[in-house]
């Protein structure tokens, strides 16, 4: 999504602090939560927010296909299109499997 790549929990954390930071209002909605198994998930959600100073709405609708290792993800990757996202989640939960 051109957003970057974020590691370890510092990295993470700075990321998400400067998003939320530009909005004075934020939400997230998630539309549909898959376990495909194998440690794979898909997530279709979309995140809308009112930016800093703006009367305007924001809206992101995206997938994110999670990898899972002993309860926690290990590693998120956020695709645009959804079907794309599926077809990549699907095809990684069969080579884990």
Do not use: C
Request: hydrophobic share 40%; proline share 2%.
């Amino acid at each position: 999504m051109g957003l970057g790549t974020y590691e370890g929990l510092a990295g993470i954390r700075a990321f998400w602090e400067s998003w939320l930071g530009t909005f004075e209002q934020y939400e997230i909605e998630p539309e549909q939560i898959l376990d495909l198994g194998n440690g794979v998930t898909l997530a279709a959600v979309t995140q809308k927010g009112h930016p800093g100073g703006s009367r305007g709405e924001v809206r992101l609708r995206y997938a994110a296909v999670a990898v899972w290792a002993n309860g926690m993800a290990v590693r998120i990757t956020n695709y645009t299109d959804i079907d794309e996202a599926r077809s990549a989640a699907e095809r990684l939960a069969g080579e884990r499997g």
